[in-house]
């Protein structure tokens, strides 16, 4: 078996890959997709850790500018989250994978509390661990604890699914057909593009640290397989060094 590029990551899903063709919810074929693409870099033997969003039910961002209490509306995202974690664990066991369930928010039930040791434990046996519940503080989106988190368990990339977006473009690729896709950039490009595509804080974490990533779509069937093999998918952003 060829040793992997990267041997821990950390897989940012948005809420958005959940929901297939759908306005909102989770979709089960797209699910089931998704559990796949995952089990083929698990059977390369990567350590996965898998960040998950939750804007296919619920984006406090939005219920703010309806009037609600920003630090209410997104902690009612952070149970969003868990919802579809609850979903990819169902899912990924389904599919005879080793699934461990972590959230930043108290929920004994469903999932055990977020130990980074704990984390790295499963990680090193072979398990996936999902990791819900954001950071378990309002006022960031889902990018920013998925660079948290990476940092945290000594991920070698933070890979950023996209739904149908295969990277990082001058503006947004959906709107614009003249729009600009990027192969490479550094952290400070990125940030001082102000690309929509990543949250700022996320993306200063990762700088600050030296944490490439990687920012591709995952519904081009084995492009997740193809980065963990090596192969340049998307728009890889590193801190410019050499070797990077």
Not at 111 to 134: D, S
Not at 142 to 153: G, K, M, S, V, Y
Request: with cysteine.
């Amino acid at each position: 078996m060829t040793k992997p590029a990267y041997s821990r990551v950390i897989l940012k899903l948005s809420g958005d890959s959940f929901k297939g063709d759908r306005e909102f919810g989770i979709d089960a074929d797209t699910l089931q997709y998704i559990s796949a693409e995952i089990k083929n870099i698990v059977d390369m033997g990567v350590e996965v850790g898998v960040v998950v969003g939750g804007g296919n039910i619920w984006r406090g961002a939005d219920h703010e500018k309806r009037g609600m209490d920003r630090s209410t509306a997104d902690f009612a995202g952070m149970l969003a989250t868990i919802m579809n974690a609850l979903a990819l664990q169902d899912a990924l066991e389904s599919a005879d994978i080793t699934v461990r369930t972590q959230s930043a928010i108290s929920m004994p039930s469903v999932a055990e509390p977020y130990i980074r040791r704990r984390a790295i434990r499963h990680l090193e046996k072979g398990r996936v661990v999902i990791l819900a519940g954001g950071a378990g503080v309002p006022f960031m989106t889902t990018d920013t604890p998925a660079a948290l988190r990476a940092l945290e368990i000594g991920a070698d990339v933070l890979i950023m699914a996209k739904n149908g977006i295969d990277g990082l473009y001058d503006s947004d690729p959906l709107k614009n057909k003249s729009a600009k896709k990027y192969d490479r950039l550094t952290h400070h490009e990125a940030l001082s593009q102000r690309l929509q595509a990543l949250d700022s804080t996320a993306l200063s974490l990762c700088m600050d640290n030296s944490m490439p990533i990687v920012v591709f779509d995952i519904f081009k069937s084995g492009n997740l397989k193809s980065i963990l093999s090596g192969k340049h998918i998307g728009t890889l952003i590193t801190d410019g060094k050499a070797g990077s």
